[in-house]
């Protein structure tokens, strides 16, 4: 599914740049800059590549960071149709294959709808893992990151240096704390209404 699908007849300029890949279903990421384009910016997704495509007027500084804010958004779009408690579990096992050796093999893995204030538990004397249904929707590496979370408690009990060591193979660990850091600041501002002209996000620049 494109995030804010584009006007294909805009003929956009392409940009020489590629970008390395952020996730293994993804190759590229190219960015193609348009003088039409004034305030949105758009991304979908065109074989195994990613297009972006932004105002020809934005800043370099500025393309990198709405393009990690349109990655961000394909992936969580593309994960709402992920993972029922079949796949969940067939992914944590996959995900224990790759980054702890195979050692962490939990008896069950589920969503659960009961967890507001955490993103998962695990009860290592059952060798269950469950996940709270509010990351249904998050891009897909925050979801691994809070599976291998609770796979390492079955492990290692606690949040000491050794369970912190196991979760450093996991590349995109910091930016995954740092996303959901991001998601409870954000349920702790009021609700106010845009002032007028900040209507920027994900689908405006």
């Known amino acids: 599914m494109p995030a804010d699908v584009p006007q294909r007849a805009e003929n956009p300029e392409r940009s020489a740049k590629s970008q390395p890949p952020r996730g293994s279903a993804v190759s590229a990421v190219e960015v193609r ?3 039409r384009r004034r305030r ?3 991304a979908y997704r065109e074989g195994d ?3 972006v ?9 500025e393309e990198q960071r709405w393009v990690g ?4 958004k394909l992936e969580a779009q593309e994960s709402k149709r992920l993972l029922g408690d079949a796949e969940l579990s067939e992914r944590a096992e996959l995900l224990s294959d790759q980054y702890f050796q195979g050692r962490a093999r939990p008896k069950s893995v589920r969503w659960v709808t009961n967890q507001n204030t955490r993103w998962g538990s695990c009860t290592p004397a059952e ?10 929707g998050m891009p897909e590496y925050v979801v691994d990151y809070v599976l291998l979370h609770e796979l390492a408690h079955l492990l290692v009990p606690g949040h000491g240096p050794r369970f912190w060591r196991l979760l450093e193979a996991y590349p995109r660990t910091e930016r995954a704390r740092g996303y ?3 998601v409870v600041a954000a349920e702790r501002l009021p609700h106010l ?5 900040e209507e920027q996000g994900a689908g405006g620049a």
């Open 193 to 197: 209404p845009a002032a007028r002209g």
């Open 180 to 182: 959901l850091e991001g």
């Open 49 to 51: 590549r990613t297009i």
């Open 53 to 61: 495509l932004i105002p020809a007027r934005m800043s370099e500084a």
């Open 40 to 42: 949105t910016v758009s």
């Open 69 to 72: 804010v349109m990655l961000d």
């Open 127 to 136: 060798g269950s893992i469950r996940l709270s249904h509010r990351l249904q």
């Open 33 to 35: 800059r348009s003088a």
